[in-house]
């Protein structure tokens, strides 16, 4: 009854998607063959369907958005592999916050915490390879300090900038 006899090829996005009110969520765009997420949130439409997880769709109101963030991105390991951009921390965080802030990352990325959600096994492959990000920088930057000498260090911060160059091939 309502087939024109050709479709529109659509591709499926999965976003995060933070609102004004402060919450968010995870579900699916579907874009049309070559559009980008900024096209569907500045086209002339108030509102968009955004598929959730277990398959039901929830029709946003575009202005109740504050932030849409595709989960696909390839990031590109040669260029971010600075384990402190990794983390998101300063060079000279101190060690316990480094330590506070790595059991923070973990808890929001732990895959079984995406399982535990009823999220997709492609969601819970994203968290465990994120995860993996993390602990790999977390052991990075640890062996860093590790190697910076014991003087002029106090809880991570390093006195001299010559110092942390020459133990950190990140610097």
């Not at 277990?54 to 991105?73: E, F, N, T």
């Not at 060690?95 to 923070?104: A, G, N, V």
């Not at 915490?113 to 997709?120: D, E, F, P, T």
């Not at 300090?145 to 010559?162: F, I, S």
């Amino acid at each position: 009854m309502f087939d024109s006899g050709h479709k529109l090829s659509k591709v499926d996005i999965e976003v995060e998607v933070h609102l004004d009110d402060g919450s968010q969520f995870l579900g699916v765009l579907s874009l049309g063959q070559g559009q980008r997420v900024s096209d569907l949130m500045n086209d002339e439409r108030n509102f968009i369907p955004i598929q959730l997880h277990g398959g039901s769709v929830v029709i946003q109101r575009k202005s109740a958005i504050a932030k849409v963030a595709p989960l696909d991105q390839h990031v590109d390991q040669e260029k971010i592999s600075d384990p402190y951009e990794i983390l998101g921390v300063a060079r000279n965080v101190s060690d316990e916050e480094l330590k506070r802030l790595y059991y923070s990352l973990c808890a929001e990325n732990h895959p079984d915490r995406v399982q535990s959600s009823g999220l997709s096994p492609h969601f819970v492959e994203m968290a465990n390879s994120r995860m993996i990000r993390i602990n790999d920088a977390y052991q990075r930057v640890l062996a860093i300090r590790q190697t910076k000498p014991a003087t002029g260090q106090t809880n991570g911060q390093t006195n001299g900038e010559d110092n942390q160059a020459e133990a950190d091939p990140f610097a």
